[in-house]
């Protein structure tokens, strides 16, 4: 993560078995400093790195007092979120984890300036299983990315897991290839945002 003028660095992974589980996080990020002499300055920060995943299986499940296991690229300032790439077998996301690309804002000092950008997700898995919660998602503030694309066989989302894309200005695309796609138990797959185009 970077909380300063520097941008952070890319996260890669290479692994037989990724798993993220019981409230655990794996992530990059921009985030205002937390301390700051002066609230009102302004303050530069530096953009999130990506984050890039090989693996054969990978898991992202549960959470622990009430904070989801999470794999996420995120910026929390003006400076842009990195994005996700991931190369698997299996990606199984159950039990309220998440995969996630996101914008949002807080009190950094840095007046007048816009959002950061969300990353892209992208996904190139042969077999995903979202189940019991499991959700990928991409939030945006602002700009044009904040996209999902998915390339696998066989796409499962079971019991209120979703693939969804959203935003404040415009929400990203979903784009998926698969040659099978089941859709139960009240999942859900949405491409929106609130005030401008979905």
């Known amino acids: 993560s970077t909380e300063g003028t520097g941008d952070s660095q890319n996260l890669t992974i290479n692994t037989p078995v990724l798993r993220i589980l019981d409230g655990a996080t794996v992530s ?5 400093p937390e301390h700051l002499e002066n609230p009102e300055m302004e303050i530069q920060v530096g953009n999130a790195g990506n984050i890039t995943i090989n693996a054969s299986e990978i898991e992202v499940s549960g959470s622990q007092f009430g904070q989801p296991s999470t794999l996420r690229a995120e910026t929390l300032t003006s400076g842009n979120a990195g994005s996700i790439d991931i190369t698997a077998d299996l990606l199984s996301v159950t039990d309220g984890g998440e995969v996630t690309v996101s914008s949002g804002r807080t009190d950094t000092g840095e007046t007048g300036k816009l959002p950061g950008e969300t990353g ?12 019991d919660g499991g959700s990928l998602r991409a939030t945006s503030v602002a700009g044009d990315r904040g996209n999902i694309t998915i390339n696998s066989s066989n796409l499962w989302l079971q019991t209120n897991s979703e693939i969804t894309t959203a935003g404040s200005a415009n929400g990203g695309n979903i784009t998926i290839d698969t040659d099978t796609l089941l859709v139960l138990d009240r999942s859900r797959i949405d491409a929106n945002a609130v005030t401008d185009k979905g």
């Open 120 to 131: 892209n997700l992208e996904i190139k898995v042969r077999d995903i299983r979202l189940r």
């Open 28 to 32: 990059a990020r921009s985030r205002p």
